[in-house]
């Protein structure tokens, strides 16, 4: 069983505040990126904020430890509680985002290898393996490995115990639901919900097959 989660990628306030309303009772947490913060400002963590469902910061924090830190410190005021950045900077940059997720009372995710196919360019070879490793080491609440990837997702598990997996992946990429939801925590998915022609269809339908 694992939690559904909404990649809310849509660049419409009006428009992702409305699918996010639609879709709300069928989630367990939204997840909000560039593609919809850009446009539309930090401030629209504050209208999801009305649905009750928690919300998490898909910035993929990548800089220098004080960037990080100011970076997650608005994320959080902003009002979201948690935040994904990834791991690569190295450990002190992954542990200003850790730092900042705890003392604001929000949990920090760490990019272990992602969902495209471009990301086993860089990502393996022992690379993500490692990543997550130093997830764990810096105290990350969990980490993000790619649906589309069963076993990689597996492996990653191996080093991360009891950490939580957020996978991203199924639907538009391609992964298998069935073959990921008893290895991970939570499924990400963006366009195959708020792409659909009935969002809150798909949500429902997404969330019984998650169970």
Do not use: W
């Amino acid at each position: 069983m694992a939690d559904l989660i909404l990649s809310l990628d849509v660049q419409d306030r009006t428009s992702a505040i409305a699918v996010a309303r639609a879709c709300a009772p069928h989630l367990d947490a939204i997840k909000v990126g560039y593609p919809l913060v850009l446009p539309a400002g930090l401030s629209v963590a504050g209208d999801l904020l009305t649905l009750g469902l928690p919300l998490i910061a898909d910035f993929k924090v990548a800089d220098i430890p004080n960037t990080n830190q100011m970076i997650c410190t608005l994320a959080f005021q902003a009002g979201f509680s948690a935040i994904i950045a990834h791991a690569f900077p190295g450990e002190d940059a992954l542990s200003g985002c850790v730092g900042v997720a705890h003392s604001s009372g929000g949990a920090c995710y760490a990019v272990a290898e992602m969902s495209h196919p471009g990301a086993a360019e860089f990502f393996h070879s022992g690379v993500a393996e490692r990543l997550a490793a130093l997830a764990v080491r810096c105290r990350a609440d969990g980490i993000i490995a790619p649906a589309t990837r069963p076993d990689r997702v597996a492996r990653l598990r191996e080093i991360v115990g009891p950490l939580k997996i957020l996978s991203p992946g199924v639907g538009a990429q391609g992964g298998d639901l069935e073959a990921v939801k008893d290895l991970v925590d939570g499924i990400i998915v963006g366009r195959a919900i708020y792409g659909a022609a009935d969002p809150a269809g798909a949500a429902r339908e997404l969330s019984r097959r998650c169970r």
